[in-house]
């Protein structure tokens, strides 16, 4: 099919395998529509906060969607955003009480950023862009595929930094003792290169994937190029 | 109570500490609007004008929730205050300065997203700051955030004139500037004892 | 799955009225939502952190067995911390006792600004050397293999073994400012050698541990004979 993605999209609606699916991969939050980057680069020095900050993230992406959903036709459209700030940041205040329940290391670990979530891009665009005009139950899935997709682009980007950086991966020692670790991978600097770096990687095997298949442009590369040119663009 | 002095605050945020460059805040803007200098600085300046409003507003808003003892609030508080104040600012610049407004578009209602002005809201109270500290701080966050902004538009737009590979530009390109920025930010540290 | 196209009356603005109680209508469930996550999680937060508390004190005090927790009032009062939130400018501190219920020695936090962040301090006092002694880092973001070496560094924990805190003939401050110094050049019982290559990080242990001491010390030390006692 020839015609530009946003097009095809509409055309059916996506059966509920397609929601969840959606943010996994193809649209990605982290590495396709480049959003929620601030706990994205402060946060990843470590699998295990890449994964905590992930899994958080989704709870509240599910949770506001899913209240949003619910909520659409009763929320009148000068008020929306209002509202779903006000809908978003509960969410996140739950989860800023369960994670110092779970576990004070954690907390002390993930820090302000838990509540930042508030803040995330990806949160207010998927329930302005998405949860606002479908049921809950697609809108839920929808939600949770985003909020897993966006964990696992953390995690990509906290595995790298954590082995180079700390010679560790989840915490285990993956060398011995002579290992001199890369520190400026779990410093500020750090997160911005891995982050160029996985961007390169993938922009690499686009390259020569489509080199392969001259002509046909694969849906990854169309969505990819488009939305790399900028940041926060919600849908 | 923190025991920082204003020049040590002041000195942090704008430099070793910076609010892009070594704490991550307002990363939407500074990878989506460096393109030019001549929308990055006013943006920068509009987004430390909220901050510092933020600031203000959360100070004062952080001293009735705990009269009140309505501390789980918190959060919720400080995100409308700076909805209202985002929208307050809209406003001032649509009436007075209408090309800014056109130029800047769907990113100054952004700023309510701004992980900086939630931030600085945020630390001034972890850290308990008093009155004096979260206004030098939130000054300093606006001061450096710009700088940060400005630093990276000038450079994207003199390596727009280059020739790079085609594979590094766009994001991946401009997550390196911004990588060697912040390496470069990284040698301002100790400053202010 | 969204509404149909609305009828001509629709396109009118919502009324104030349908705005506000929107507004309300969600404000209350999310009002109500995060009220009960707060009562939910409340004890067992505040039982972590109780949790974390006792840690640090044992690592300062190794043969301390108990721990009760106190406030040190601004007047001077000594009390022992109930559950609720403490008064402004109240210190707390922590009164450790032994596996035969004698009096061990006191612990504190202090904490100031590091290389990146807060760095917070617990350290424990024994009154029979006027001195700390030693320390347990209690939260830290220093960079990892330079500034979090305050962690592992034999030599900078030693500094800690037996510091000088005495205070001065009034009692009113400590005889002595507890002070960093270049690594090397400690010659003083109240001086800390830093840890060379990692100056930040080692000062901002040595201001957080004197800050603390500076404020809570001359509160407690007339009182310590109220702590001798287990409760």
């Avoid at chain 2, 630390?123 to 990276?152: D, K, P």
């Amino acid at each position: 099919m020839s015609s530009p993605s946003p097009a095809a999209f509409s055309m059916a609606p996506p059966n509920q395998w397609e929601e969840f699916t959606e943010g996994m991969w193809r649209r990605n939050p982290v590495f396709v529509m480049v959003l929620g980057m601030c706990p994205t680069l402060a946060v990843t020095v470590s699998a295990i906060n890449s994964i905590s900050m992930g899994l958080a993230t989704t709870f509240v992406l599910a949770a506001s969607c899913f209240l949003v959903s619910l909520l659409r036709r009763l929320i009148p459209k000068e008020v929306r955003i209002a509202t779903y700030i006000v809908i978003i940041a509960t969410f996140v205040t739950v989860v800023d009480y369960a994670v110092q329940a779970i576990s004070l290391d954690l907390y002390e670990a993930l820090g302000a950023y838990i509540q930042l979530i508030v803040a995330n891009c990806l949160v207010l665009g998927r329930a302005e862009a998405h949860a606002a005009r479908a049921a809950p139950i697609p809108a839920t899935l929808n939600a949770i595929g985003m909020g897993l997709g966006f964990t696992l682009g953390l995690t990509m980007i906290g595995g790298v930094r954590e082995i180079l950086g700390a010679g560790a991966f989840f915490g285990v020692p993956l060398f011995g003792p002579g290992f001199q670790p890369w520190v400026v991978m779990v410093l500020p600097p750090g997160g911005f290169f891995v982050m160029a770096g996985w961007l390169l990687l993938f922009a690499i095997v686009r390259r020569r994937m489509a080199a392969r298949n001259a002509g046909a442009a694969s849906s990854v590369g169309s969505s990819a190029v488009a939305a790399s040119s900028g940041a926060c663009h919600g849908a | 109570m923190a025991h920082e002095s204003l020049g040590q605050i002041l000195l942090n945020t704008i430099l070793s500490g910076n609010f892009v460059l070594a704490m991550f805040l307002g990363m939407c803007p500074f990878l989506g609007v460096t393109h030019s200098v001549a929308v990055a600085f006013p943006l920068g300046v509009a987004t430390a004008f909220v901050i510092v409003i933020a600031s203000v507003s959360a100070y004062l808003l952080n001293w009735v929730l705990a009269l009140a003892h309505l501390e789980f609030l918190r959060l919720i508080c400080y995100i409308v205050v700076i909805a209202s104040a985002v929208q307050l600012v809209e406003m001032f610049v649509k009436k007075h300065y209408p090309a800014l407004f056109r130029a800047l578009g769907i990113y100054l209602p952004l700023i309510t997203t701004n992980c900086a002005v939630l931030g600085v809201a945020l630390f001034q109270t972890a850290r308990e700051y008093n009155f004096a500290q979260s206004l030098t701080f939130a000054i300093g966050g606006g001061v450096g955030f710009t700088l940060a902004l400005t630093l990276l538009a000038s450079v994207r737009e003199r390596v727009q004139l280059a020739d790079t590979p085609e594979v590094v530009q766009g994001t991946v390109l401009v997550l390196i500037l911004a990588g060697v920025l912040s390496l470069a930010f990284m040698g301002f540290a100790g400053l202010g004892g | 799955m969204n509404a149909p196209a609305k009828s001509p009356a629709a396109f009118q603005a919502t009324s104030t009225f349908t705005l506000l109680r929107t507004l309300s209508v969600v404000s209350a469930i999310c009002g109500l939502i995060i009220v009960v996550s707060y009562m939910a999680t409340l004890d067992r937060a505040k039982a972590n952190r109780r949790l974390a508390a006792q840690r640090a004190v044992f690592k300062v005090l190794p043969d301390a067995v108990t721990v009760k927790d106190y406030l040190a009032l601004p007047n001077g009062d000594i009390v022992p911390a109930g559950g609720g939130d403490p008064p402004p400018g109240a210190l707390r501190f922590y009164s450790a006792y032994d596996a035969e219920g004698r009096f061990e020695g006191i612990a504190a936090e202090g904490a100031a600004k590091g290389y990146a962040d807060m760095v917070r301090v617990m350290f424990g006092y024994r009154e029979s050397c006027h001195c700390i002694v030693g320390i347990g880092v209690v939260s830290m973001r220093e960079t990892p293999g330079i500034g979090d070496r305050i962690l592992t560094d034999k030599a900078f924990l030693t500094n800690f073994k037996a510091l000088d805190v005495r205070l001065n003939d009034d009692l009113s401050a400590l005889a002595n400012e507890v002070k960093v110094v270049k690594h090397g050049a400690k010659t003083q019982a109240w001086q800390v050698d830093a840890i060379s290559g990692a100056t930040v990080t080692s000062r901002a242990v040595g201001k957080g541990v004197n800050d603390a001491a500076q404020l809570l010390l001359p509160r407690l030390v007339p009182k310590l004979d109220q702590l001798r006692e287990k409760p």
